[in-house]
Each structure stands twice: as C-alpha cells, then as structure tokens.
DNA sequence: GCACCTCGAGTTCC
DNA sequence: CTCGAGGTGC
C-alpha cells in the first residue's frame, strides 16, 4: 500500500533523525553521506509541497532560517559556571586533598572527562523538544544561537524516550560546541581556495560559526557537540551522581563524549590525565585539558561554591603548547623611556592557536642565558597562553658560523649611543630629546587611552607626524588640523607604498581626521591625574600619579614643588621623588606643560592639597627628607625642635649644631650640607612650599570612608560595569585597588572567568566577594 | 639588611 | 603577562 505523504514524511524524519544519531552519537555511520542528503532533499520536497507538513523538529529547518539581525539575550535559568584551573599536578593534590578533608570520603569517586576547546553553550528542551540555544555569555546571561544551533547535526532537535517513560518538561543541557579539525582543515583549504578568510583556529572558529548572522552560513560550517552538565530540569527525577547523569543524557540522544569515566581519588585523576594527554593529538578535535567533578551530587551540594566556580570540580589544564620555529633576525625596539628592548623575528609557527612571529627577549642578559643567536632553532610557546616566548634554542640544530648577539652600540633611530648603567639590566638610548623613536613612543603614550585618551592617534600616524617634521612635543598636537593630518597620512602612504582603497577610488576620506581632531579637542580638559600620568615622567605611573595628584590637588603646586616634598606621598621615595624634580628642572619640560596650557588644556578636577598632607608638613621631616648624610630623622626632629625655621637653621655656626644635641660628625655633616649654596636654596624653596601647602589646606580632617585603610583587587569580567568602573567607586569609598593578591588584600571582587588571582586569595584564606555582594555593598553605601 | 608587596614598562595577537 | 626594581615594614 503506497504512503499517504504525511506518513512518507514522518519517515524520512525518523530515517534522517536516526542518522543523525548514529553518526554523532553513536558514532557508527549508518548510510552514505549521498545516501542521507537524498532523503533530505525528498523531505524539503514534501514540505515545500504541503508546508503543514513542517514540523518544529523537522531536519530541514537545519539548513537555517532567515538573518535574525541580532542575538536576543537570554537569561540561564541555572548559571552556566566556569570552572577553576590546576597546572600542576600539586595543585590537583591540593583540590584532592581539600575534598577528602571537608566530604570525609577517603577515596572520593570523580567522573572525568577531556576539556573541549570550543564554546559553551545551553540547550534548552521543553517537552522534548528543542526550544532555545545560547551561548555561555558571562555565565547568567547569554545570547540566543537557538537558529544557529539548529543547524549543528549532533545536536538533536527533539529528545529520544527510549524507554517509554516519556522525556521532561524542562530540559536544560550545557556542552560544547566544537570545530573537528578535519573539518577545520577542509574549511580553510576551501576558504584559502575561494578567498575567504580562514579561520585562526578550531576553537575561534566555532564561535565565529555560532555568531553568524545567517544561519545559513553556519549550516556549511562543520560543527559538532558535546554534552557534559545539567541546567534546569523539571518532571524527572535527578540522577544521584554526575555520570548517570551523562548516561541519562546519552539515552535521551544526545551526543556525550565516549572518553568519559570514573576516576578514584588522586592516582586515578592524574592516571587519566596522562592517558588523555598521550593520546591528544590523536584526538580528531582540540582539548586543552581534563575536568574533574566530584561524582556524587549529594557531595557536590555539600561542597558549594566560591564565587562563580564550583569547590566540588577543577579543570587541569595540559602545559602550554610549544613548538619549534627559526629565528631570522634579531632587532631592537626603542621604548618612550629609551629602554632598548631586543626582539625576535621567527618564522611563522602555530602555537596555541595562532600564528606566532615575534617575541620579546626582555633585554641583553635574557639574550646571553638563552644564547639565541640569528638561525638557530628555538622552542616557543605562550606565556600565560597568551604572549609569545622563547622558551631555549635547540642547540643540535645551530647552523655553522653563528655567533652570540651582542647589543648595537648606537640607537637604531637617532645613532646615539646606547648605554647601560652598572647594576642596570636594561640598557638605554642616551639621545633622549633627540631620538625620534622615543618622542614617537612619548606622544603615543600622551594619547593613550589611560592617559589624555585620544581616539584614532596611532602609532603610524604618529611615526609620520615626527618624521615629517610637524610635531616635536606633545603640546604641537594642539595646532593640527584636519588638513595636516590628511596630508600626514597621504604621505605616510607615499612612503610606504600603501594606497588605501578610498585613494584608489579617487576619493580622499577626511571623516577619520575629523573625528581625530575632535577627540583632541575633547583631550583638553583632563583630569590631574591624567594630565600627569600622560607626561610619562620616568618611574610616574598610573598608581604614582593619581597619588600625587591627589595630595597635592593642583598642577601649578606640583610644578613648582622641590623634590623632598614628594616623598610625603605614600609609595614616592627617593628615587620617584628625585625622578619628578629631575623632570621638572628642566627648562623644556616646564615649556611644553607651558605650551599645553596655552594650547588650552584645562585640569578640570583642580582641589586644595589633601588634609593628610598635615602631619607631615614639618621641619623635622623636610630635613629627614632631604638626604643629608649622617642625618636620622631623630637628629632631624632634635635639629626641628632646637631652631624654629629653616632661615634660622641656615645662620647657625657648626657647633650650635651639637649644643642642640647631635654628635659632632653629625652637626659637621648637616653644616657641610648646608654650606652648599644650591643646597641652602633647595631647603629654603622647600620651605617655603610648606608654608604655602600649610596654608591652603582645607579646614577638618579628612572625610573617614568605610574603606579606608582596605587594600581590594578586581579579577574576572564583571557584568553590570566595567573593571574601572568598580575601582573608581571602591576608590570612592576609601578603598586602595591594585593588581595582585597578597595577604595584606582585604577582600577579592571575583566576576565572571576569575583565574588565578582567586585561586590564589583562596589559598590564602582572602576573603572572596562575587558581583552580587559588591553591588549589595555599594548600595548600601549610597 | 632582608622579605614582601606593588608599580612601571614593555609586549603579542586579533 | 612578566621582569625588574622601588617602597616599606620588620
């Protein structure tokens, strides 16, 4: 009897669907590829015939429905969690050793599986069906891929029931999606065929394949699943450990990766770990690494969580890839504060993940302990997974007649001498003023985002800008217009033989300089901080500035103070404090920050010096200040208490210097000092600027914030602002932010994809806020 | 004088 | 991210 077409179709469906199943679940192809394309065309066909034959699950919606124009967001009814990091195997000891502590279990079970490099991303089922995709985003919110993922064959558009006790109603899956490198491979040789771009990496790959914005474009691109976690579940009752549950998984069809297992306490971890590694790169896809999750999820509960990540798992993590490329040569770059650094070049080399050229060697003993010279062979890798490094050369591969690198004598941009101070590791171009690269490397970091923030003021640009003579400091960027920077760039094209599309299409595009001088524009109004941070005097960060301009409140003030009074900062000493005055001795360096305020720059947050100047603003601190041999800051308070000013001080005779108390080579050394006119003038000026900071501090103290004194550190990406952002308001309430955990870190604000750093304040029992908690707190502060 | 924090500076790739 | 070195507390 023939098919009516409804049957027909519901068949193919069940044929095509089986297919599917076989081939990615199971793993064991059932029919030929042409064989299963034909059963598709034939459904379309039917469907096309009769469209209420379509079906929400039918195979056919896989090859991608119309652009969707954007992803919607999606909120995980369950956040989707991340997962710390072991690279060592005393670190999955230490992980052991922590869950057999608080769980009691001498032998903790642990299913074990490989660490996909791809994208994670939720399925969510409703009946069985598939209703909605996303991906992990930051953790709680995600963006909808659901047309996207239609299209990937291994995931299952409806759920199996294999044992007819029916499928449940709410079915969240978490896996990842991933590239196969066949299929990576085959991608790029067609795409380098076709002129497409190819893809850096697998990895890379998959999210661009998932963030397209025609489905159909994701339908060609050779994707695959994995499943490894629950989300939501509702009507169906909860395996009692994480392995049934991915057997749970795999019954209702979806894809679980057939390297999963049981592992038993430490040994039985770092047994899989090694057998996964021997056989990774037989793999056919990429994994960086191992998972382990506590079996039970009884324990699991019992164990928690720290911040976003579970206590009760860990990803351990294969060490960075390495691989062996060749140098070419050996160059040097010249940096704003004229450190010359050597770098390599190498041949083009894949490691984890993209293609490596370049690396820093640091300075010249770096070079001498690994010994690279130009044509050897060397091992590189990422540090951190993330910057290039040379790891050793491979001494059997050295070509003959090499020799060891030695640093050029004169700067490669201006012929200056190059210079290394003794007891100094990096060696610096003398020509200052005069060099090029380090005025060039000096206005970059004016512009730079941190500093005065001027958008689109690049480093070619730049480079044109001081070769063709328009600007020598930083103030002449102030005079540009839209013209000279049209003009910069047409010549800087002309010389380097680029011609940008917009030339060739006898068009010159001016709406980039406009936007450029308009953000110079905006440029000049800065805060103190900046302003002085953007001047890149040596040893003056972002940390030191802000500092400074904090005390002092007022540019005019920190022009004209002498070095000593900068050491009333916390964190300035010596060598910070000399550096500053050093800087603000020189007669062009006051001309430029002359020539900027005339060119219109404006310090927008100017306030009086901060009440915690008081204390210090003293005699007996300026004289312990000054560095006076033989002075300690007891002879200098006896010195403060014996004479009432410095004019006083500098009329004694020597020997009033002991009747106020201090040993003889004491008072022989302060009058010696003193002796020295530019000295007495030094202390006199200094003096003077007390008087003056005295005078204009504000009355009262200084308002107590509820943070201060507390020392906090921001890791992770948080959701609802930026990592700035947070600073600036823990900032505001007296808190002192910096980069790295230490046991004096008061608490740790850990967002989403926190590493190290929370593991880390882990370890030292550092007290761990997530974003919640944070936002509770500034709430409260309000 | 030493140990321990921090900060500054230079850096790679997409 | 890493290295070197400045600042500070013990």
Sequence with gaps: MPQTAPQRAAELRRLIDDANHRYHVLDEPAIPDAEYDRLLRELAALEAADPSLLTPDSPTLRVGDAPSGKFAAVQHAVPMLSLGNAFSDEEVAEFVARIVRETGEDAPVFSVEPKFDGLAISLRYEDGLFVRGATRGDGATGEDVTANLRTVKAIPLRLRDPDGAGVPAVLEVRGEVYMPRAGFEAYNAWALAHGAKPMANPRNGAAGSLRQLDPAVTAKRPLAFFAYSLGEVVGARLPATHSEALAWLRSLGLPVSPLVECATGLDGVLDYYRRIGAARDALPYDIDGVVYKLDSHELQADLGFVSRAPRWAIAHKFPAQEEATVVESIEVNVGRTGAVTPWVLMQPVHVGGVTVTRATLHNADQVARLDVRVGDSVIVRRAGDVIPEVVRVIPERRPEGTTPWRMPERCPACGSEIVREAGEVVARCSGELVCPAQRVQGLFHFASRRAMDIEGLGERLIQALVDFGQVQSIADLYRLGVDDFVEMKRRADERDGTTPETVKAGKVATK????????????????????????????????????????????????????????????????????????????GNQAVIDALLAAGVRITDAHPPSPKLREGLTLAQLLADLGIPKLTPLRAKQLADAFPDAATLLDQEPHNFVIAGLPDEAAASIAGWLSDDANARLLLAAATMQAELLAALPEGEAAAGPLDGVTVVITGTLESMGRDEAKAKLEALGAKVSGSVSKKTGFLVAGAEAGSKLAKATELGIEVWDEARLLAFLEAQS
């Design 512 to 587: 980039w300089a406009e936007n450029l001088v308009a953000a110079i524009e905006r440029s000049r109004e800065a805060t103190l901080e900046r302003f002085l941070f953007a001047l890149g005097i040596e040893h003056v960060g972002e940390s030191t500035a802000k500092a400074l301009a904090a005390w002092f409140g007022d540019l005019d003030r920190i022009r004209r103070a002498p070095w000593p009074l900068f050491k009333r900062v916390p964190d300035i000493g010596d060598e910070v404090a000399r550096a500053l005055g050093h800087f603000l001795d020189q007669p």
